[in-house]
Every structure is written in structure tokens, then in C-alpha cells.
């Protein structure tokens, strides 16, 4: 059987989703956990990777096993495994060939932003000590999603087939203290979205015009476009799939 495994962690401890020699990843410590818990070798196929650092509100996963017969006791089971700073959120019966990854229709990031000092969000915001133009942030943002090809905003030496995406939403916007910017599109290329927080900020602050902005896009080169923003403050939110895969009304 198949399944989908829904879950959300804190990346503050980890080098990212994917395992990798010598760092401790999410997909190691979830992958140990199932393992233990159904007392056979688990591997896990994520929706995508996250960077060291961020975190995910989240993210689906797939994994073969023998039936599991109490979803509930199983997820319960599975937190009590797992450290603190990942949970397993739900579980969902797919179809034998559902992908976590491919089979995504639309990936959801939020970036956070907190003007000043605040000490219950340096973990989990970018605190800036600047005002930026939002309304200028947002002319910028808007270009986003009338381009297709993202390169600019890739890092470099990444192996990928294609730098096109298909952005539906990017937008900044104020909830209480925090501005929030929320980018929603078919596939992300690795780095692309604090690249394009970074460069949005140049926007905000008057080192980049919206022509300048433009031209960046049009220039396929990660070199013309800003400085990645810092990692802690961006949140994979969101991931949907058609609901044909899923064996069960979710």
C-alpha cells in the first residue's frame, strides 16, 4: 500500500529535507522513525527539498508499506518518535503510483518579514531595520507572473531539465506586525524564492528600479539579481494534488 504522509517541522536544527552524508536531515529522522515503528527499511520520496534552516508548515511525502489499520494510533505512534520539531500531521491512502513530487499541482511558500527588534521572532522572521516600498515590492512582484523562465533567481550548477515556472500568485501583505510575502506556483527552482525576496527587498529600498528589476529577469543570470534573503524566515505552506490519487475523501 501506498500512502501519503503529511508533516510539519521547525528547520532550525536541520541541513534540510534531503538526507545527505555527514548532516542531519528531516527526511533521515522521519525515514528512521517509520522504520523503527513498522519494523522493516522505510524510504520516503518528498514533495521537494527545502535548504538548511527552513522550515515547513507542510509537506507531503510517500512511502510503500503493509496496510496500516489505525491511522490514528499510527500518527500518535509517530510523534512520539519523532524530536519535538517535527510532526506527523496526517496519513492518506493513495493510489499505487501516486508521486509526492510529481504529481503536485502547486507548491504554497510564505517569506516573513518583522520591522525592528523583536526577540519572540528572530528564529522565524527576517527582522529589518529599514522600511521598504512594499508598494513598490508588490509593481515587482506583479512581473513575476507574466515570465515563465526563473534562472536568474537558480542557483548555479543546479541540475534541472528547465528554469520555467508557472507563478499564480505573488504577493506582499501586512498581518499585525508581520509582512508576509506569499509566492504560490507549479515547481520552484532550489534558492528561487529567497532570491526573489532578496531582489524584491533591492526594489523596496531604491538599489534596483522596476526596469532594473526586468531586465534581471530577462538576463537568465543568478549574478544580476540580489542577495539571497536569510533562510529562517521562509515557510513551505502549502502543497495541493488532484484528489483522484487519493484512495479516501481527505
Known sequence: MRYFIEVAYNGK???GWQRQPNQIS???????????????????VGAGRTDAGV?????????????????QKFIFRMNSFLPKDIAVKNLFEVQDDAHARFDALERK????LVYGKDPFSQDYAFQI????????????????????????????KTDVKTYNCKIKQAVWKKN???????????RFLRNMVR?????????????????DFQNI??????????????AHALYLAEINYPENIFLKTR
Open 13 to 15: 536544527n536541520y541541513f
Open 26 to 44: 528531516v527526511q533521515q529522522v522521519l525515514e528512521e522513525a517509520l522504520s523503527t515503528l513498522l519494523r522493516t527499511d522505510i524510504s520516503v
Open 55 to 71: 522550515h515547513a508548515k507542510q509537506l507531503m511525502a510517500h512511502f510503500d508499506c503493509d496496510i496500516i489499520e489505525d491511522k
Open 109 to 112: 511558500y510564505q517569506y516573513k
Open 129 to 156: 531595520h529599514r522600511m521598504p516600498d512594499f508598494e513598490l515590492m508588490n509593481q515587482a512582484a506583479e512581473m513575476l507572473l507574466h515570465n515563465r523562465n526563473f534562472q536568474c533567481f537558480s542557483r548555479s
Open 176 to 186: 499585525d506586525e508581520t509582512y508576509i510575502f506569499t509566492i504560490i506556483a507549479d
Open 195 to 211: 532570491a526573489i525576496v532578496g531582489t524584491l527587498l533591492d526594489v523596496g529600498y531604491g538599489k534596483t528600479s522596476l526596469e
Open 217 to 230: 529577469l530577462q538576463s537568465k543570470s543568478r549574478e544580476e539579481a540580489g542577495a539571497s534573503a536569510p
